[in-house]
Structures are given as structure tokens and as C-alpha cells.
């Protein structure tokens, strides 16, 4: 499998899903993650720590020593990528994941990058709604929903909810489940085992 994690705004939980992501393909196979984007934010979060991922987490340059030795591959892809990027995506690609927050910005941001996706002709593309509120009276996951299905973008069914665990994961450079002492810690995880299912049933269809 070869996983694009893309977005044009920061703040969406895109290194988040590309941690994750690469942790579940990681249980069926050597994985490699890419850290496309100049923040090295995935790099980051792998290096803030002893502990070893079970998989590599590489620039796009150190990728070129390790060509085929991965069954499946990730890319946290870059900032604001233009349409000639998002086509080669589109032709390597199995799956490209726009993960954004419910909020309006967000959502208007992504939504431009699934209509350049779908004039390139895309029908692997699909939104991660990331960020949501654990509110259960909050209206903003049904809301951004409902947009989404009016602009016919597709989405994924799994959401990826708020929690600090994933920032306390990130200092502590582990993934999500590993953090000590939060109870949503799990829960966190389960979100993104949820969508992980979904991945594999996009890829596999």
C-alpha cells in the first residue's frame, strides 16, 4: 500500500495521521514513512525519544536507499502542494487521505484540494475529519459532514476525535496508545484502528 496524507492547511492533524497510519501498516508489514514536508514534523515526532517505531520514518532523499525494501509506504506529504504534485500523488498513490478539523477555514481549504484531486480525474481520495469536538452535544462533526456530502467530497466514516493524549504522544515521540496516565489514550487509538479498516477495505475495493 502506498498511503498520501495531504492537506494545504497545518493544524489538521496531518503528521498526527501519518504517524498512525504508518504504526497500523507497520503490524502487517515493513513500512516506511516519507517526511515530505520541510517542518520534518513525522521526523520529529520519531526522534523525540529511545524508543524505536517499527518502522523508518525518511526524507524523500533517504527513501532512495531503501527502494523496495518496503511492503508499504506512507508520505506526509508537504504544505500547499500544487496540482502537478497532486497528480504525480494520484498516479503512485493507492489512497489519498485529506485529514481536516470540522472547523470552516479548514474545511473550505480541503474541500479546493479534493476539487483539484477529483479534475485530475481522482476517485482515491477521501476526507479524515480530524479534531473533533468530544462534546457530545457539538453539532460540528454532522455539520462539516453534511457540507462535505453537498460539495460530493468523499469521507471517510471513522473520525479521528480531540484529545491532549496525541500532544503528550508527540513530546514524549510514541505513538498515541503508549502515553501513561490518560485514559483517552486508548480511545484515542481505537480512532484511528477504526479508520485504519476503512483504509484497508478503500485500497482492497
Not at 496524507?5 to 516506511?32: D, E, F, R, W
Not at 474545511?107 to 469536538?133: F, I, N
Amino acid at each position: 500500500m502506498i498511503i498520501a496524507i495531504v492537506n494545504s492547511k497545518g493544524g489538521v492533524a496531518k503528521t498526527t495521521s501519518a504517524i498512525h497510519i504508518a504504526y497500523q501498516l507497520s503490524n502487517v508489514g515493513s513500512t516506511g514513512l516519507i517526511d515530505a514536508d520541510p517542518n520534518r514534523s513525522s521526523r520529529a515526532w520519531a526522534g523525540r525519544s529511545d524508543s524505536t517505531f517499527p518502522f523508518k520514518v525518511l526524507t524523500e532523499i533517504e527513501m532512495i536507499g531503501f527502494q523496495g525494501q518496503f511492503q508499504h509506504i506512507v508520505t506526509d506529504t508537504k504544505a500547499r502542494p500544487e496540482p502537478e504534485d497532486l497528480n504525480a500523488l494520484l498516479n503512485a498513490a493507492n489512497l489519498i487521505v485529506l485529514p481536516s478539523s470540522p472547523s470552516g477555514d479548514d474545511l473550505r481549504v480541503t474541500a479546493e484540494t479534493a476539487r483539484v484531486l477529483q479534475k485530475l480525474g481522482s476517485t482515491k481520495h477521501r476526507v479524515l475529519l480530524t479534531k473533533v469536538p468530544t462534546n457530545y452535544k457539538s453539532s460540528d462533526e454532522a455539520d462539516a459532514r453534511s457540507w462535505l456530502k453537498a460539495q460530493d467530497i468523499p469521507l471517510f466514516n471513522g473520525r479521528i476525535r480531540f484529545y491532549k493524549a496525541y500532544d503528550k504522544a508527540f513530546l514524549e515521540g510514541i505513538p498515541v496508545f503508549q502515553v501513561r496516565g490518560d485514559a483517552k489514550a486508548k480511545v484515542a487509538w481505537s480512532d484511528y484502528q477504526a479508520v485504519f479498516k476503512e483504509i484497508v477495505s478503500c485500497v482492497a475495493a
